[in-house]
């Protein structure tokens, strides 16, 4: 769940669904869209549009557990990046190891 506040006022302005595992979020000004990266492998995409009403414009598919992100404000692109994992630790808590030659880097642009 993704809580949009007024802090000067403190209080939850709205909430909304984004996936599971949000590890990044950010927001663009310049095109009012709101990005959450979540390793359930999504990218939730949420638009502002007025300062207290927000929806989500949809839920891209991204690699499992790619939750890190990076916002480019000046191109309006969006980066995540990912790896593959080995087999989950005995107890099944957590993620495998990383494995090796398996980064990636993707890059999300609004097509023009």
Excluded at 1 to 21: C, H, R
Aim: net charge negative; hydrophobic share 40%; charged share 15%.
């Amino acid at each position: 769940m993704l809580a949009v506040s007024n802090y000067e006022a403190g209080k939850v302005v709205t909430t909304l669904p984004i996936g599971a595992g949000v590890d990044g979020t950010a927001f663009d000004p310049a095109s009012g869209d709101v990005f959450s990266s979540n390793a359930d492998g999504t990218l939730t995409v949420i638009h502002q549009d007025a300062a207290d009403q927000y929806h989500v414009v949809e839920n891209l598919q991204t690699p499992q557990f790619a939750r890190n992100m990076g916002l480019d404000s000046t191109n309006h692109c969006v980066f995540i990046v990912s790896a593959r994992f080995g087999p989950a630790p005995a107890g099944g808590r957590g993620r495998g190891q990383v494995l090796p030659d398996s980064f990636t880097l993707m890059v999300i642009e609004r097509a023009r």
